[in-house]
């Protein structure tokens, strides 16, 4: 059986003081059948030097640049160049332990009906690659998803938050290009909103906790962030794409649940640091409709009248309230 050939997708963004870290992961892999698509996404930095180094080297580099249409953007273009059997999604400021592409994708050739393998995730901050952490908040504790299965099994933890992150997986080509990659005209969350159609198209699953598979995410001041406002409104717009695709009552109350929180967050955050009417009549009226424990203890402790908003709470609650419904899911 011939080895089959990885497209590693690689976007781009004024990223070039970290993309020669990433390209040099890629290439120390203990796999060497493999494609490097990086997508420069209208950089205006020294990107293109960097990467023409490598394309010079070696001719698995492939170097494309087009105007900046955004992340999903970016992905998408490298999707549609892959000439690869699976695809591994990378970040140019990310990388991959030694032998991710080649145990995920054995594991993917013995078990032809699987759609996707991944495997663990750890952070480290910029300059520290020797001290992994589990988390980018201060809790430090394991939070992705760890369940294999089929994706309709799964889509409750979908619902919830994003269990798994851009370069945990290796995929089908195939089945990436049948629910046509990502959207391009969300702001944030694009990769939530992929990993959801995954599942609602009940891709297969399967979670490998094997030494030297895990992703590495690294954690610096230029990071791709939004301000949590801009994070919030997109988390809106997702849930709501989600409530159109959703069958299950029991899953859409589920979804109707967690954006009634992220409509409370949103109007917390205008509240505070906007000071908006309309927010704070949202929040008396929510304050008046819900009567569930969740949704008392976020109004309670974040929109009363004579208490201040403490973020750092907020960021608490949450963390707990996630890894509680993760738990009882």
């Known amino acids: 059986m011939p080895t089959p050939l990885i497209s590693i997708i690689v ?26 698509i990086i997508v420069d996404d209208g950089s205006t930095d020294n990107s293109k030097e960097v990467v023409a180094n490598f394309v010079k080297e070696d001719a698995r580099f492939i170097y494309i640049y087009q105007e900046n249409k955004g992340l999903p953007g970016a992905r998408n ?3 549609k160049n892959a ?32 759609d996707l393998v991944y495997s663990d995730l750890m952070y480290f901050n910029d300059g520290h690659l020797d001290k992994l952490l589990y988390s980018m908040d201060w809790l430090n504790a394991p939070w992705t998803l760890k369940k294999s299965g089929n994706g309709k099994k799964l889509l409750k933890y979908f619902i919830i938050s994003t269990p798994i992150l851009v370069p945990m997986p290796i995929l089908k080509t195939s089945s990436v290009r049948s629910i046509n990659g ?15 159609r995954c599942a609602n198209e009940n891709f297969k699953f ?51 649940k967690f954006l ?54 907020l960021n608490i609650i949450k963390s707990m309230m996630k890894k509680y419904y993760y738990l009882v899911a």
Request: proline residues 1%.
């Open 182 to 196: 990502f959207v391009e005209n969300l702001r944030s969350c694009e990769d939530w909103d992929f990993w959801f």
């Open 206 to 256: 399967q979670y490998l906790n094997l030494p030297k598979t895990r992703s590495l995410v690294r954690i610096h001041a230029s990071s791709m962030t939004k301000n949590r406002s801009t994070m919030i409104n997109s988390m809106i717009e997702v849930r709501g794409r989600f409530r159109t695709m959703l069958n299950d009552k029991k899953l859409i109350a589920l979804n109707d």
């Open 260 to 313: 009634i929180n992220n409509q409370i967050e949103l109007a917390i955050l205008k509240k505070q640091f906007e000071n908006t009417a309309d927010a704070k009549i949202f929040l008396k009226n929510e304050n008046k409709k819900h009567k569930s424990l969740r949704i008392r203890l976020f109004t309670f402790t974040l929109s009363s009248a004579s208490v201040k908003l403490n973020y750092t709470l």
């Open 11 to 36: 976007p781009c963004y004024n990223y070039g003081g970290y993309i020669a870290e990433t390209l040099d992961s890629i290439r120390s892999q203990s796999f060497d059948h493999w494609e490097c």
């Open 83 to 114: 000439k690869g059997k699976f695809i591994q999604f990378l970040d140019s400021d990310d990388l991959l332990e030694k032998d991710k592409l080649k145990i995920q994708t054995d594991y993917l050739e013995k078990n032809e009906e699987l």
């Open 77 to 79: 273009t490298g999707i």
